[in-house]
């Protein structure tokens, strides 16, 4: 994992873990005057679903005489609901022997105006990841959940000092909450200049006074959570800021004008790595003695290499060791290694076979968060590999590159995702391929919906009573396997069980499990799974003359419900394809009265089709559905929303049986 990028999912994590240790506060001490000042803000009415409004968020960088980052954040928060009361925690990272938090201090301030403080006594510390045997990032925290209510004002000022790796910065004017006033300061070395980008906002241009620069926004609204919505991240306003000297030659390598200039950077990094000794090439050639293509191979690692356990131990993060990989033949030995060791051993394991690869640094978890405008390291918090293959491998994650030639994209880490198949979190995403002059940023491939199928195969017998019994077999591929596989092994077999068979009654009540069998296929990227089940009163008996049922019995796991009327943010969809095909055996004495109307949709973004067919005593549905990766703009949400509930109409409509 590329430490010094992403720290989001960790501090949340931890806030989260320390939130029932609320500090004892016994001092009643006067908060800072900014802070009062924003507490004297009376802010607008929000819709009774916000929970909290921040009065002010303010961050103050200058860049000292000795190099050194000095950052101050000031930054308060108006607790509205019982619910807003998690705001009341202040979170303050740091690098060991890298960087350290100067000053820390939090406040409250009731409503009636008197204020409490907390400082050093309540202050916890711990490691920044919980995953990782050992990391020197750390945070700081002071909790002060358990003091504070509706009406309450909540606020912190931290003063951290580091190094900077990159003359880069990034600044978010906002989170998911309404955000009253927003501001970034950077104060520069007298001759030095800066120059920023804004995402998801109008432009922000900054004050300039010599080389302090400010760039402030107000009134920004709450942001919605909205299901099928981008990330925040792509939706709330945020910044990215270069700097450096008018001399450009004291930047080398703090300082980037092109992705070419990353790749060679990062190119430095990896490429010293990749050592192939002895014990790399007998472990390949042991690895592929019975494959008989250049996929057999390449697949043969790539199970090996993500088999190997997952353990993150970073050491000299602050000096760019976050995004170097230890040596291959580390790795190996150790048995161990984090996402860039993998990628790095999985190219020394091939390398010795003659193929190449390429290390890729990507971010892991939103598609569409790198910006191309912005040549950065500081953008990516996970590494992949691209290895260049012959015509003759032929998998949906071929992309082919100018300079490079064809490329397939696999990630060593997802253990759930075999060579041939990307992680869709990862699908579409820009990615830099580090690869010296040669490389760049590069889109990822995104897999069709074909190969992302679930096909269904139901078989029932329904009798007299209403009860059934039946089976089911589900046969999947793509991302769809990687679902199911995931599920699969994060369980015991028991729970596994609990869960499938509550998953059928989802659609028949009081269903039960009779058997259960899966086939982890995970070379061919499928998974298979088959159902035998019963359940009693599936169909209402009526005056003994009709009966009701429903012909889809259990669920799509994606099914999706948009129930709002109106959207603020765009439908974010995924490429996929179900179909399925459901056979009941009718009750002897019955026939069927009334059938629902077949069902034919289509759009740009997706088909669905049902259709009813009666023979030889038995009720033939079949329904289908295709979806296209797409983004449908909120103009067009209406379309999406009339699609999705159409096809829950088709998919609860029942069918009708008379007794002869």
Not at 363 to 386: L, M, T
Request: neutral net charge; proline residues 5%.
């Amino acid at each position: 994992m590329f430490k010094v990028v992403n720290l989001s999912r960790t501090i949340f994590s931890l806030v989260i873990m320390v939130a029932g240790l609320s500090a004892t506060v016994f001092a009643d001490d006067a908060a800072p005057a900014w802070m009062r000042q924003a507490a004297a803000i009376q802010p607008p009415a929000y819709d009774k679903t916000v929970n909290a409004v921040v009065l002010q968020n303010e961050e103050t960088v200058t860049l000292d005489s000795s190099g050194k980052l000095i950052t101050t954040d000031n930054y308060a928060v108006k607790i509205l609901t019982r619910e807003g009361k998690k705001e009341a925690v202040a979170v303050a990272f740091y690098l060991v022997n890298f960087g350290k938090v100067r000053d820390m201090q939090a406040w409250i301030i009731r409503p009636d105006g008197t204020a409490k403080s907390y400082g050093k006594k309540e202050i916890i510390d711990h490691i920044s990841d919980p995953d990782d045997v050992y990391d020197e990032g750390r945070v700081k925290i002071i909790n002060a959940i358990g003091d504070v209510d509706t009406g309450y004002i909540f606020g912190y000022s931290v003063t951290t000092e580091d190094s900077p790796l990159f003359y880069q910065d990034r600044y978010n004017f906002q989170l998911d909450l309404p955000t009253l006033m927003s501001r970034y300061t950077l104060n520069l070395p007298a001759g030095w200049k800066a120059n920023s980008l804004t995402f998801n906002y109008p432009d922000v241009k900054p004050r300039v006074a010599g080389s302090s620069y400010t760039w402030e926004v107000r009134d920004l609204p709450p942001i919605k959570d909205e299901p099928l919505s981008p990330s925040f991240m792509n939706i709330a306003p945020r910044m990215v800021v270069n700097y450096g000297p008018e001399d450009a030659s004291q930047s080398v390598n703090k300082a980037f004008t092109n992705w070419t200039d990353v790749s060679k950077w990062g190119t430095t990094l990896h490429e010293p790595q990749v050592i192939v000794d002895d014990a790399v090439a007998i472990k390949a050639r042991d690895l592929t003695a019975n494959a008989k293509t250049e996929l057999e191979k390449i697949q043969a690692i790539g199970k090996f290499v993500q088999n190997l356990q997952y353990i993150s131990i970073d050491i000299g993060v602050g000096y760019g060791n976050g995004m170097k990989p230890r040596p291959s033949t580390m790795v190996l030995g150790r048995g161990y290694g984090d996402c860039k060791d993998k990628a790095n051993l999985m190219r020394a394991l091939l390398k010795s076979l003659k193929i190449e690869a390429y290390p890729v640094a990507i971010y892991s978890g939103d598609p569409d968060f790198v910006r191309k405008e912005w040549a950065s390291p500081r953008q990516f918090n996970h590494c992949i590999i691209a290895i260049r293959v012959s015509d003759g491998t032929v998998v949906p994650t071929v992309i082919t590159d100018a300079k490079l030639g064809r490329l397939m994209i696999f990630d060593a880490t997802d253990q759930y995702t075999p060579v041939g198949d990307l992680p869709d979190y990862l699908q579409g995403s820009l990615a830099l391929i580090m690869a010296g002059e040669n490389g760049g940023l590069v889109q990822m491939p995104v897999t069709p919906a074909a190969f992302n199928a679930l096909n269904r195969n139901t078989e029932v017998n329904l009798l007299a009573d209403g009860s059934i019994t039946g089976t089911i077999s589900e046969r999947s591929t793509g991302q769809s396997s990687a679902y199911a596989r995931r599920l699969f092994r994060s369980l015991s077999g028991s729970a596994y069980n609990q869960v499938i068979e509550r998953w059928l009654t989802l659609g028949a009540t009081a269903a039960q499990l009779v058997k259960l069998t899966s086939n982890d296929k995970q070379i061919d990227a499928g998974f298979d799974l088959d159902v035998e089940f019963s359940a009693p009163r599936y169909g209402q008996v009526m005056q003994d003359r009709l009966m009701v049922f429903k012909p889809v019995i259990a669920s799509r796991t994606s099914s999706i419900y948009l129930t709002e009327k109106t959207r603020s943010h765009p439908v974010m969809l995924e490429s996929e394809s179900f179909t399925e095909t459901a056979t009941f055996k009718l009750p002897v004495g019955f026939v069927v009265d009334e059938m629902p109307d077949a069902v034919n949709l289509s759009t740009n973004f997706g088909k669905y089709s049902t259709k009813y067919e009666v023979k030889d005593g038995k009720l033939l549905f079949t329904r289908v559905l295709v979806m296209t990766r797409t983004s449908v703009p909120v103009d067009k949400y209406n379309e999406v929303r009339d699609f999705y509930s159409k096809m829950m109409d088709a998919e609860q409509a029942p069918v009708v049986l008379l007794r002869k």
